[in-house]
């Protein structure tokens, strides 16, 4: 299978990254260097993590050449806004150490401040027509909000990295995606998420995904990311362990028959764990991104 996807304006992307939602600063630089020492090269961050100069540092440690690695962070809310945005990219290039990222997105849609959403996304296109960004997307973004942003955007969204995993498969943002071009990147793709709820159940405990990993001498997160990878998405599995690290790119030399996707679709349980995009608000969530 092939490791990489083709994005609509035809870059070419990892579809294995590695993610640092969550990583402490003093310990991203580590991880990312392990990552990369692994044979990941696909890197996805945010502004609102707070660990880009971990990134960065990583990058630069662990000596593998700038243009071999795909450098992914997103725009946050407070940051929203044509001027505010293109502002953004400044600060997230000065922490990263990087000159141009490869994929530059919107962490949330703004519902309640749409106008700023659609601002910040022209301010977005602005950036890829000067050529210091090679694509652009959004995150966490639901069909009424790809709607909505479709009416003035000019450049269709590369990429829409939402939560997906298992448990919660969103399959009308999946297709709203697919109808327009835009490739479904997973967050929380082994379902991380689900243990880190109150009561939201252990896929890495379910009892299918466990069946079809010992049948195939894999780990039921590798099971979950193979599941991602032959439908065509991009996945971001986070770790700082570098055993875990290492298995959740181990996942190139096995393949799950038709009947063992089926059965992973079918444990859909509807239900959500992180954020509502729907429900955020500045006034809730906004919070100032430092200076580079």
Known sequence: MDST????????????GFGVFQTPPDETAVAVETALGTGY?????????????????GLRRSRVDRSDVFVETKVWISDYGYDATRHA????????????????????????????????????????????????????????????????ATVVPAVNQIELHPYFPQRDVVAANDELGILTQAWSPIGGITFYREGGGSTLEDPVIGGIAAAHGKSPAQVMLRWHLQQGRSAIPKSTRPERIAENFDVFD????????????????????GPEPASLTLEEYGRPIPEA
């Open 89 to 152: 990219f400044d600060k997230s290039v000065g922490k990263l150490g990087v000159e141009q990222l490869d994929l530059l997105i919107l962490h949330q849609p703004l519902p309640t401040r749409f106008d700023l959403t659609a601002e910040a996304y022209r301010a977005l296109e602005s950036l890829l027509a000067d050529g210091v960004v090679r694509a652009i997307g959004v995150s966490n973004f639901m069909r009424e909000h790809l709607d909505l942003l479709m009416r003035t």
């Open 254 to 273: 096995f393949a799950l028959a038709d009947e063992e996707l089926a059965a992973i679709d079918a444990l859909d349980r509807g239900v959500r764990r």
């Open 41 to 57: 090269r696909h890197i996805d961050t945010a502004a609102a993590y707070g660990n880009e100069r971990g990134v960065g540092e």
């Open 5 to 16: 996807l083709r994005l609509n304006n035809h870059v070419e992307m990892p579809a294995l």
